[in-house]
T-cell receptor
């Protein structure tokens, strides 16, 4: 078990470009979460999957953000037409349904900088 | 909606005990978690309380009072490596987790 992995670790892009991030959860975990974190703040919930179903999506998530988990394993988060305000750390976490529900295992994050 | 309040910063001496409080307002509640995050790192799970009372894990303990919508994290025998940010997080309806803004702990010699 190698833990949660995310790719890329860093991304610099120009305003208006599209970016896509990938998250590979712990293999036996069927729950997957995406968060955004800015400096000095806690992780902010974006969306949540159980298996391939997207069960919850933050109202803060604009239409420019979309997430998928097509086979219930890895997930992608896409941001279209990036804006400078999208600059943040994007964190992925996974957990196992039926386990200690408060436990989430976080990946190292993808740090996005929009110029 | 959910809101959580924690002190923004705490300073404590190496070897001492420190308590980080968390109060929450929530429309749905299943439990309270605590996470540690070092600068530049990812949050790591410390503890979870679903029921009232104290949970102990080594030097760290966590307490929950559901009737008071209150919890705390207790760190004993502080070490320099404990300097980090600590977040409380509520597990609410639909498995949504809401994090507080974090408490930055500085351990001094």
């Amino acid at each position: 078990d190698t833990g949660v992995s995310q790719d890329p670790r860093h991304k610099i892009t120009k305003r208006g470009q599209n970016v896509t991030f990938r998250c590979d959860p712990i293999s036996e975990h069927n729950r997957l979460y995406w968060y955004r974190q800015t400096l000095g703040q806690g992780p902010e919930f974006l969306t949540y999957f159980q298996n391939e179903a997207q069960l919850e999506k933050s109202r803060l998530l604009s239409d420019r953000f979309s997430a998928e988990r097509p086979k219930g394993s890895f997930s992608t988060l896409e941001i279209q037409r990036t804006e400078q305000g999208d600059s943040a750390m994007y964190l992925c976490a996974s957990s196992q349904a039926g386990g200690l529900d408060g436990t989430q295992y976080f990946g190292p994050g993808t740090r996005l900088l929009v110029l | 909606g959910q809101s959580l309040e924690q002190p923004s910063e705490v300073t404590a001496v190496e070897g001492a005990i420190v308590q980080i409080n968390c109060t929450y307002q929530t429309s749905g509640f299943y439990g309270l978690s605590w996470y540690q995050q070092h600068d530049g790192g990812a949050p790591t799970f410390l503890s979870y309380n679903a029921l009232d009372g104290l949970e102990e894990t080594g030097r760290f303990s966590s307490f929950l009072s559901r009737s008071d919508s209150y919890g705390y994290l207790l760190l004993q025998e502080l070490q320099m490596k404990d300097s980090a940010s600590y977040f409380c997080a509520v597990l609410g309806g639909y498995q949504k987790v809401t994090f507080g803004t974090g408490t930055k702990l500085q351990v001094i010699p």
